[in-house]
């Protein structure tokens, strides 16, 4: 299994950003960022694909965030701008080894993370 290094997280004030960092040992094909709150189910943030470095996103953070990848260096970001207290949450990296258009089914993906956490104060 490969193991993913997430880093980047930290305490901010509304408004603010943060880039969180997912580190892999190689090239994986689909690589996403999920994020999970006290007593709320993980969702997913953000998928990045091989394929014409395609993006997706959810809803919520469309246009605040932008996630992106370095392959010489094998590691994913998410840039989050404009965070606002509800994007406080516990994020992790997710990757797989093949596409599919079901990015936010983390079932799917069987590497992860250890999670970085994300506090955004009011």
């Known amino acids: 299994q490969e193991q993913l290094v997430e880093s980047g997280g930290g305490s901010v004030q509304a408004g603010g950003s943060l880039r969180l960092s997912c580190a892999a040992s190689?090239?994986?094909?689909?690589m996403a960022w999920f994020r999970q709150s006290p007593g709320k189910q993980r969702e997913g943030v953000a998928v990045?694909?091989?394929?014409?470095?395609?993006?997706m996103y959810s809803d919520s953070v469309k246009d605040r965030f932008t996630v992106s990848r370095d392959r010489a260096k094998n590691t994913m970001y998410l840039q989050m701008n404009n965070l606002k207290p509800e994007d406080s949450a516990m994020y992790y990296c997710?990757?797989?080894?093949?596409?599919?258009?079901?990015?936010?089914?983390?079932?799917?993906?069987?590497?992860w993370g250890q999670g970085t956490q994300v506090t955004v104060s009011s």
């Open positions: 190689r090239f994986i094909y689909s």
């Open positions: 990045i694909y091989s394929t014409a470095e395609s993006t």
């Open positions: 997710a990757a797989r080894d093949q596409w599919s258009a079901h990015w936010t089914d983390q079932g799917l993906y069987g590497h």
